[in-house]
């Protein structure tokens, strides 16, 4: 437990740092969740948003974002854009029914670990993943292999620090629809209180990816499985 006190004097040492972030994903659920919290809680000297179009946000607390966009296919060519940020939050992926499971892998496996690398060859010294409940690389799922291979691969370059996120079905108004999601959701929201291990609401995943790079990393690899997300973004 991280009482709030705690919490605005741990955003206050953290703001001293003057460390900047980059995130990938930023347009998607979690991303923009995400940087929201990093924004309101001006916690970055810079924030970089890389991404593959540019984004327009209304909100003048948006107006010192740098944009970074990139094509995912040809990624060496924009190693530039990865260079000089301290922290690295990847909220990327895509689905097999959007892409196909070869475009799945590319998305969810090559383009995360390919940003990874050059993140870490451009200085990068804490990268956050968001990854899946259940993410296993012996798995005989594509998903859930994927999401292990990738996280297996990027432990291996040796980030100083490196967090992997494992959450459950994200409880969001998606702005896109996905029909099976949706009733999962009504389904696992409602019963959120008697299965708590089995949904989360994206605004904790993302608040939990904050909290967590205010505090101090005791292992260099660390997991956070559903439960440990609720627990570190339950926080106001
Ligand atoms: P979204 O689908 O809302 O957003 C995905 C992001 O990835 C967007 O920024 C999108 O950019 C980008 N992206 C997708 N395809 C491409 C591509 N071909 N090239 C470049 N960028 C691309 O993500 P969520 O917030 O729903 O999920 C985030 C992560 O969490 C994913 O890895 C997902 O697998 C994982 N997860 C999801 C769960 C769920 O219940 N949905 C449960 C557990 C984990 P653009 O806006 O340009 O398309």
Redesign the pocket.
């Known amino acids: 437990e991280i009482p709030r006190m705690d919490l605005n004097a741990m955003e206050e040492n953290y703001r001293q740092k003057n460390r900047t972030c980059f995130i990938l994903?930023?347009?998607?659920?979690?991303?923009k969740a995400l940087l929201k919290e990093i924004v309101e809680r001006n916690i970055f000297s810079k924030i970089t948003l890389i991404?593959?179009?540019q984004l327009t946000f209304e909100d003048k607390a948006y107006e010192n974002l740098v944009q970074n966009v990139v094509d995912?296919e040809k990624l060496d060519e924009y190693a530039e854009a990865f260079q000089g940020h301290d922290v690295g939050y990847c909220?990327?992926?895509?689905t097999k029914a959007k892409?196909g499971a070869e475009g799945f892998v590319r998305?969810?496996h090559d383009?995360v670990l390919k940003s990874a690398e050059l993140a870490k060859a451009g200085g990068c010294s804490h990268f956050h993943l968001?990854?899946?409940?259940g993410a296993d690389k012996t798995s005989s799922f594509l998903y859930l292999k994927t999401k292990g291979q990738v996280e297996a691969e990027i432990e291996d370059l040796g980030f100083e620090r490196f967090s992997v996120y494992r959450?459950?079905?994200?409880l969001v108004d998606?702005e896109e629809s996905r029909p099976a999601?949706w009733v999962a959701q009504k389904f696992l929201g409602a019963f959120s209180s008697v299965f708590p291990t089995m949904s989360i609401p994206?605004t904790v995943v993302a608040r939990a990816m904050v909290v967590n790079t205010l505090k101090d990393g005791e292992k260099r690899v660390e997991i956070l499985e559903n439960k440990a997300i609720c627990n570190l973004g339950d926080k106001k």
Do not use: M, N
Request: aromatic residues 6%; contains cysteine.
């Open positions: 994903g930023a347009s998607g659920e979690t991303g991404g593959r179009r995912f909220c990327l992926g895509t892409a998305v969810d383009y968001e990854s899946s409940k959450p459950a079905v994200l998606r999601e994206i």
